[in-house]
């Protein structure tokens, strides 16, 4: 399977994007709206992979949205040649209306609806991350149970999109529970709070300082 196992219904978003690429020139003939129809459709796509990275690696993400992002650019570019049926002013208007009003209409209905369940959702996100706390507490302790070579091979299976999600949780662990920071300036979090860097070893000493020396085996070079 070339998709990440929780984006397996990427390939309908292929398949509809492929569709709709093919239905541009039975759709009308002028090449003006094709080109900004074709536009429209690559934007989406390049969204929509921005946003879920569905690919199984991350190489095939990268050669993927590099490709559609040099193929949006030649069909932007290509509105600058010559054309013989320009659009006229009504449909340029009505185009351009529909892009400011469009954007307006989805904001002000993600307001309203905030605004309309606020009370609820204040309720249901404090059971969310009640619920949260307790599925961390349990998953913590059940990996606290395994050794460390256990651990070692379930990470040498795991998917490079697994890898990235789990790496970036362990940030974020690291830096809410000890106040710890990763090397990488690139990573740091912008916090109010003093913080200090997870050089090699300061996890170690975390674990001798609170009695678990059993525990606190040396990184990897």
Known sequence: MKFDMTTWWFILIQLLYGLCLNMLPVLTENNRLQIMNATIVNFGYILVVSHVHPWKFRLN?????????GLTAFVLLSMNLKQDDPLDKNTIGWLMLSAAILPLGIV???????????????????????????????????????????LRAMCMDIQDNDLVRLDI??????FCVLGLQPPERFKWRCSEVPFELAVKGRLEGELLACGNAEHAEPECC
């Open 61 to 69: 993400h990268y050669v993927d949205l590099f490709l559609k992002l």
């Open 108 to 150: 002000s209905g993600v307001i309203l609806h905030f605004i309309w369940r606020r009370d609820i959702s204040v309720v249901a996100a404090h059971q969310v991350r009640a619920n949260f706390a307790q599925r961390l507490h349990d998953i913590l302790k059940v990996v606290g149970a395994q050794s460390t070579f256990d």
């Open 169 to 174: 949780a362990l940030d974020v662990l690291q």
